[in-house]
């Protein structure tokens, strides 16, 4: 382990969503890993019920990540109560489900701020520590769900696809200078959860598969996407294809797991 993955540990981890399914699994599998987590959900109840249930080394904050000046406050908040954060999941989001003739302006906003913003806003209010000490790790949940969008999905399906956007747009104009702040997304699956589906991934599960990715601190995996405990890989063109099989190269995909 390098000194600054070591730093890294040391920090705060902040889980956005932390009130129930995959973000309270994340909370809790990062207090077994002895780091100390922020939470941030929009339930006052749920952050309660949560920081009951995991003790020392967890602090719940209420706060709605679509609220910009919410999202600065609670940051402010964390840091002066346990210190920087070095890790930021961004896990909080709303899957409607919706049909699009049932949107309205405000309705499909609400996802957009939410989805999207709440990501942007969270990267915005830890960004500044991060460069200030030259390293930290944010890791950003994403889907499939705008490669071929679902029927009532398009709200989630248009915001998820934007925030990948976004942390392409992070590492464009971050990776050359900060390359010790490491960025990246990923996928956990279809969990059974509130917004999954009854035969879904264990939340607990994919959490172990997120936590480690979070703790993984090397440049190399700024920019990579992992599909649950996977490294997903592009598909390639034929003649690269070709090329590969000539020269014996291959690229195996990172594990989780």
């Known amino acids: 382990m390098t000194d600054t993955s070591q730093r890294i540990r040391e920090g705060i981890a902040v889980v956005t969503g932390a009130g129930a399914g995959l973000g309270r699994e994340l909370c809790r599998t990062l207090i077994a890993e002895d780091i100390r987590v922020a939470g941030i959900g929009r339930n006052p109840e749920q952050s309660t019920a949560v920081a009951t249930e995991l003790g020392d080394g967890f602090m719940p904050v209420t706060a709605d990540v679509s609220d910009p000046e919410a999202v600065a406050r609670a940051f402010e908040d964390i840091t ?3 210190g920087a954060p070095t890790i930021l999941i961004n896990n909080a989001a709303v899957y409607p489900r919706r049909d699009i003739l049932d949107e309205t ?3 499909f906003m609400q996802s957009v701020n939410i989805n999207l913003g709440g990501v942007f806003y969270c990267c915005h209010a830890v960004l500044p520590g991060m460069v200030e000490r030259g390293y930290g790790r944010i890791v950003n949940l994403s889907t499939f769900a705008h490669i071929a ?10 915001t998820k696809g934007a925030a990948q956007t976004l942390t392409k747009s992070l590492i464009a104009d971050l990776a050359d200078r900060f390359p010790d702040i490491v960025i990246n997304d990923w ?7 509130r917004m999954g589906i009854p035969d879904g991934i264990e939340p607990a599960e994919a959490a172990k598969w997120g936590v480690r990715l979070a703790l993984w601190h ?3 995996l700024t920019g990579r996407l ?3 405990d996977t490294e997903f890989l592009e598909p390639i063109s034929l003649k690269r294809k070709i090329l ?9 995909p990172l594990r989780l797991s």
């Open 244 to 252: 590969n099989k000539i020269t014996g190269k291959k690229r195996i």
């Open 226 to 228: 992992f599909d649950q």
């Open 218 to 220: 090397d440049p190399m």
């Open 105 to 107: 302006p405000e309705s």
């Open 149 to 158: 969008p679902a029927p009532t999905a398009a709200a989630y399906s248009v």
């Open 187 to 193: 996928i956990p699956g279809a969990l059974k959860t």
């Open 80 to 82: 002066a109560t346990l």
